[in-house]
């Protein structure tokens, strides 16, 4: 038998079969046929009197090989392959260490015992690919654990420490090393003539919740509050639920109904759609595989306002040294101050341990002089939008910083060319454009410019990944991708409202999409006067927008804005004033209003974004629809389950999008509208953005 990607060998009796499926062990085909074949030698070597189910390389399997989604499906299944492990009677020790995820933590219950090390996390995450486990794993789970324990897990997908996983009884052991551990634990099962245990038949967990389902009940509605309109979660608590309602066999077959039924559906389809962009948004074409991020030890972020504290709080965040530098003493302390309660509120939520604002605060240093640049291997400007400034502090920092070290600024709006040029190092300089709260926003617009070196990118690739951001590399233009968008969308909003639309109404149709939040309800939030500045500045109106500002309607913090908030409430209500402010404008302006209805107002909601996409794919802005999809899921609040614009826009078909726009563009007399050539190019061959991805990508190779 010669099956690279498992290996068989036999210890002192004990046969060790090992998984080697770089880079995850992912359970694909080949591997599914070779664990049955290596089982079957097992079994029928009378020498062998238990099995060892390893793997080879950085982390035992991380589940099924999700490629294989959506083909045509090959034997043996993840299922079968389970159930012969299971029905083994030859007792297995699965030697679990790295992340054993879905499919690969389902395979070791399939086992009959699992020893791990101590830094070993494991998880089942399907629903974050908008499935349930499908193999066995909702069944199983329960029978270790509990159902209370399984639901909130499972509906998570959050990864279980070793340590926690001992304690719960999902492992029997905690071993120093894998394999060599797992033999040992076999050998003393079998000095101590233990017997195996199946854990199918396990039921001292699921008789409670049988009797009394009702702590099930709660830990079920805990784990799937805020998560109206995606499927999975739903489904993976009724297959829990099966776990101690249903006979073993019968929990198993609803489990792999279900899965079938969602593997085949729109939302796990855009959820793996998003699981891929993220990792191909890293990959640069053209960039050389020695090409390898610098080594980031020491960092400065010039500006310690809200957004100069977030950022470096990535740093200390990741165990990086940062030194915060201001223009004066008080603003460095308040800085400082900030980011310290920031820690402070984390230690109260839970969010972080005692005594993490310490030890986090440890690696902090703020000062007021420029020469401490030279410590930085990576320097971030983060101070406002003034495009002078931003010039004379590169010109600073090209002074002061050492050759070689990455300078970054997080603009939103400004030419990073031009910045860059202020330098004599333009290749060592690029934009970090991240989100509010930086420290908390996941996604990082990585702009890089006419001159920017793959060296560079490749740096603040490597540091934003440090930071658990998503990194996606966009080129320079105004509003970059994510902004550039956004500002046809809220173009929209205002013209909506002029027509004939509330702003809760459009609110209401967004979170109905599945947007965390609707446009008014987020600007609100945000601070109107942010956009009321930029307006001003370039000299373009919107005139319910400016007059809610000029009556000091700034959102939230002024209890007014496109909502009222009164007494210190969060949740935006309706509020008269801004219907008749409306109303009266839009009669000032001679428009008659009209009743509009939902499919309209998502309609315009999407379909200008999306068009405004097309153009960024046209000029080279987004290197593919993709990336476009993972800025929007990771930097505005896209529903992942609908996988992005690009994504939707290939749902509904681009030929009526370009329809509806070109109907708009009559409409609205505003020719922005219009399709752009990329769209209707598209639209014109009944293709999709990801045959204008697929087509970019071979470009590439
Ligand atoms: C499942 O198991 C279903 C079952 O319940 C039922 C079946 C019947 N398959 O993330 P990385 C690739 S569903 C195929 O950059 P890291 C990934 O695309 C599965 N490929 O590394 C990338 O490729 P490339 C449940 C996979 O160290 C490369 O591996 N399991 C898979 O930052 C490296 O990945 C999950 O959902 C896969 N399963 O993180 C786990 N996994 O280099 C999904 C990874 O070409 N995986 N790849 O871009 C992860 O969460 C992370 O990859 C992991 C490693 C934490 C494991």
Known sequence: MSNPAVHYDVIDGIAVIAIDNPPVNALGHAVRHGLIAALDRAEADSAVKAIVLGCKGRTFSAGADITEFGKPPRDPGLHEVIERFDNSTKPIVAALFGTTLGGGLELSLGCHFRVATADAKMGLPEVKLGLLPGAGGTQRLPRLIGPEKAVAAIVSGKMIGAKAAHADGLIDAIVADPIPGAIDFAKTMLADGRKLVRVRDRSEKITAAKADPSSFDKAASEATKRLAGVEAPAACVQSVRNAFTLPFEDGLAAERGMFMKLVMGDQSRAQRHVFFAEREAQKIPGMLPEVKAAKISRAVVIGGGTMGGGIAMNFANAGIPVTIIETDEQALTRGLDRVRQTYDVSVKRGALPEGATETRMALFSGTTDWARIAEADIVIEAVFEDM???????????????????????????????????????????????????????????????????????????????????????????????????????????RLMLEGALPQQIDAVVTRFGFPMGPFAMGDLAGLDVGWRIRKHRGVTAPISDALCEQGRFGQKTGRGYYIYENGSRTPAPDPEVETLIVETAARLGIMRRQIDDDEILERMTYPMINEAARILEEGIAIRPSDIDVVWVYGYGWPVWRGGPCFHADLVGLSKIAERLDHYAKATGDAGLAPSALLRQLAGESKGFADFGKAAKVAAE
């Open 388 to 494: 002078d400034l931003k010039k004379r502090i590169f010109a600073k920092l090209d002074a002061h910083a050492r050759q070689g070290a990455l300078l970054a600024t997080n603009t939103s709006t400004l030419d990073v060319d031009a910045i860059a040029q202020s330098t004599k190092r333009p290749a060592d300089v690029l934009g970090m454009h991240f989100f509010s709260p930086a420290n908390v926003m996941k996604l990082l617009e990585i702009v890089r410019g006419k001159a920017t070196s793959h060296q560079a990118i490749a740096t603040a690739i490597g540091i934003g990944k440090t930071m658990g951001k998503v990194p996606v590399v966009v080129g320079n233009c105004d509003g970059f991708v994510g902004n550039r968008m956004l500002a046809r969308r809220t173009t929209e909003c205002e």
